[in-house]
């Protein structure tokens, strides 16, 4: 599971034609029930917006209960995520996404980056629900899948991972639900790296960039 991003100034995701009308949220360590930024496909291109981190649509009543992950599998299953996969997919651009080792007597947390340290394209789904009779606010909530086998010591599920090259199907609505479909898989096993950081990231309110540094060597796949 998804619990902390890592987004760094740098996070620009390789798309054409991105149209830019806000300044892209970064930090640290950001947690759920939480601004994000994500990009969305609107009046035919690409563009930022920005979403709570939990996915609310207009009937849920209690803003705890919104999801920041949604598994895949059960994406057409839940009326929870239902429409928003048909119909409003999105990316949330990071550098890093943080997960928790099980361990005796604690769990040491991970970044899991690219190794090469390029941005990350997650799989997202967002929907749009009423906070005044006149304003609207955006929600998201980020897709998961199994984890490959270099991840699977560290976590079970991870953010599905959309290739540049398809980030202008997956965000287009009208792309067919079975291609969609087929873009959720677990990450390719050379893509990732996992290196183990300071338990300072476990509290949320800690927001120093010394959170994301690595406390000991990166873990990647050996062919």
Same mark, same amino acid.
């Given at each position: 599971? #998804? =619990?902390?991003?890592?987004? $760094? /100034?740098?996070?620009?995701?390789?798309?054409?034609? &991105?149209?830019?009308? !806000?300044?892209?949220?970064?930090?640290?360590?950001?947690?759920?029930?939480?601004?994000?930024?994500?990009?969305?496909?609107?009046?035919?291109?690409?563009?930022?917006?920005?979403?709570?981190?939990?996915?609310?649509?207009?009937?849920?009543?209690?803003?705890?209960h919104a999801p920041h992950c949604a598994r895949a599998e059960s994406l057409?299953?839940?009326?929870?995520?239902?429409?928003?996969?048909?119909?409003?997919?999105?990316?949330?651009?990071? #550098? =890093?996404?943080?997960?928790? $080792? /099980?361990?005796?007597?604690?769990?040491?947390?991970? &970044?899991?980056?690219? !190794?090469?340290?390029?941005?990350?394209?997650?799989?997202?789904?967002?929907?749009?629900?009423?906070?005044?009779?006149?304003?609207?606010?955006?929600?998201?909530?980020?897709?998961?899948?199994?984890?490959?086998?270099?991840?699977?010591?560290?976590?079970?599920?991870?953010?599905?991972?959309?290739?540049?090259?398809?980030?202008?199907?997956?965000?287009?609505?009208?792309?067919?639900?079975?291609?969609?479909?087929?873009?959720?898989?677990?990450?390719?096993?050379?893509?990732?790296?996992?290196?183990?950081?300071?338990?300072?990231?476990?509290?949320?309110?800690?927001?120093?960039?010394?959170?994301?540094?690595?406390?000991?060597?990166?873990?990647?796949?050996?062919?």
């Amino acid at each position: 599971m #998804a =619990g902390r991003l890592y987004i $760094k /100034p740098w996070t620009t995701p390789p798309l054409d034609a &991105l149209r830019q009308e !806000v300044t892209p949220i970064v930090g640290p360590n950001l947690a759920p029930r939480r601004p994000l930024s994500i990009i969305r496909h609107g009046q035919g291109e690409a563009h930022w917006a920005t979403a709570f981190w939990g996915l609310t649509p207009p009937w849920l009543k209690v803003l705890d209960h919104a999801p920041h992950c949604a598994r895949a599998e059960s994406l057409e299953q839940r009326p929870m995520f239902r429409e928003a996969f048909q119909a409003r997919r999105c990316l949330i651009p990071v #550098a =890093g996404v943080y997960v928790w $080792k /099980p361990q005796p007597r604690m769990k040491q947390p991970f &970044l899991v980056t690219r !190794v090469d340290r390029a941005p990350l394209l997650l799989a997202g789904v967002w929907c749009r629900y009423h906070t005044t009779l006149t304003e609207f606010t955006d929600s998201a909530a980020l897709v998961t899948v199994p984890a490959n086998l270099m991840l699977t010591p560290l976590s079970d599920r991870f953010p599905a991972v959309i290739d540049a090259r398809d980030a202008p199907r997956w965000l287009d609505p009208a792309t067919p639900l079975d291609d969609a479909r087929a873009m959720l898989t677990p990450a390719p096993l050379e893509l990732l790296g996992a290196f183990p950081v300071s338990r300072r990231v476990n509290d949320p309110s800690h927001q120093d960039w010394a959170c994301g540094h690595p406390t000991g060597p990166m873990t990647y796949w050996h062919h």
